[in-house]
């Protein structure tokens, strides 16, 4: 399944353009910015304001940011079990994340406000102003950490190497594309430049893009196919339609930053805290792969079934993750080092089960195979 000989494609030389991009969009990158963004989130933070900007949406729900605060507010569509299920995952996954010591970053959930709880909505007119004329108020809530966009100059390099050159001075001036984090597909070969249509929310950068940038294509896989272990062993679930996307986060402060040895060294009186004087700092930002929506995923037995719905489940999603059997030898070597991540992690995780479990990732990494040979007959057919 894995060939542990297979070394990665040789460095390339890049650009200015692309070793710039490069590395804003790295993993654990720090960027400091005064762009507006920062600014108003700033401003908003030491008026103690409660504005809320339309963010996202999508089946399950609107999502609005509160202006100062690493917070989102997802509001339900409709009255059905989306919404608390959502919640139910994301809490399971976020806490299976940690405990597992997990690199990549999951928003943490905060609360869950049902519909009839009119106290909240009362306390919060804004939210409601903002959402009169998309949701039907009152509704549910999932309030969580926000992923931070990327900063402004991340998302003007990206519109430099991405967006025809007619069409950068609007993209860098569309408000919309402010809300910017990259989904990172490993799957797929298809990204190309140059659309009649751009816009930085939503977007995607394919391998053979990541691969154009010299991104460490091994610490993604690596990090992605961890991810995708805990969820499957530990949280047990399928993991079905969850995205991984690089955005930021803002620096926070705790009350205790410095160190006792640290402050010992100090003139009395100092200031301790960031340089904004803010308790969260908008303007010194790290970037992160994140994982994120868990609307749709779905508990699952330790048992062919269970292994059944995790294919399913892989089958279907977006091409996030490495695909087996591909021709390009790039494509081979991301889809190996994420064999690898993933049989490690999962046999960490079923250590102390039975030899009948400890089986199962294998037969979910054969299924995957087996997906990919039958697409590949019918292409022949």
Request: proline share 4%; with cysteine; net charge neutral.
């Amino acid at each position: 399944m894995t060939s542990t000989a297979e070394t990665a494609p040789a460095r390339r030389q890049l650009g200015e353009l692309e070793r710039n991009l490069s590395h804003a969009l790295s993993i654990h990158s720090v960027v400091s910015t005064s762009s507006s963004f920062a600014q108003r989130q700033a401003a908003a933070q030491l008026e103690n304001e409660q504005s809320f900007t339309k963010i996202g949406a999508g089946a399950c729900g609107a999502i609005f940011a509160q202006d100062g605060k690493s917070l989102v507010m997802k509001l339900a569509k409709t009255t059905g079990q989306e919404l608390w299920n959502d919640y139910s995952m994301h809490t399971l996954i976020f806490e299976k994340m940690r405990a597992c010591k997990a690199e990549v970053q999951v928003p943490e959930p905060y609360f869950f406000v049902p519909h009839d709880n009119e106290d909240y909505f009362n306390k919060h007119p804004t939210l409601s102003e903002a959402a009169k004329d998309i949701c039907n108020l009152p509704t549910n809530v999932l309030v969580t950490e926000r992923i931070i966009p990327l900063p402004q100059i991340t998302r003007a390099l990206l519109i430099e190497k991405y967006c025809v050159q007619h069409l950068q001075q609007a993209a860098l001036t569309d408000r919309a594309n402010r809300d910017c984090i990259v989904r990172v597909y490993l799957g797929s070969l298809k990204g190309r430049s140059g659309r009649r249509f751009f816009s930085l929310r939503n977007f995607k950068l394919h391998l053979n893009q990541l691969a154009e940038l010299d991104m460490d294509l091994g610490t993604i896989a690596s990090q992605m196919a961890k991810a995708l272990a805990i969820m499957h062993w530990s949280a047990k679930t399928d993991a079905r339609d969850v995205e991984f996307a690089l955005g930021s986060s803002s620096h926070k402060v705790s009350v205790s930053r410095k160190s006792y040895a640290e402050i010992s060294k100090m003139p009395p009186d100092s200031f301790t805290g960031p340089p904004s004087g803010l308790s969260e700092d908008f303007f010194r930002r790290t970037t992160e792969l994140w994982l994120l929506d868990f609307n749709q995923v779905r508990s699952v037995t330790f048992d062919q079934g269970g292994v059944e719905q995790m294919i399913d489940a892989f089958k279907v999603n977006d091409p996030y993750f490495p695909r087996p059997l591909q021709d390009d030898q790039l494509a081979k070597t991301v889809w190996n080092q994420f064999v690898e991540s993933y049989l490690r992690m999962a046999g960490s995780i079923l250590v102390d089960h039975e030899r009948q479990i400890q089986e199962l990732p294998r037969r979910f990494l054969r299924g995957i195979i087996e997906v990919e040979q039958s697409k590949a007959a019918g292409n022949q057919t």
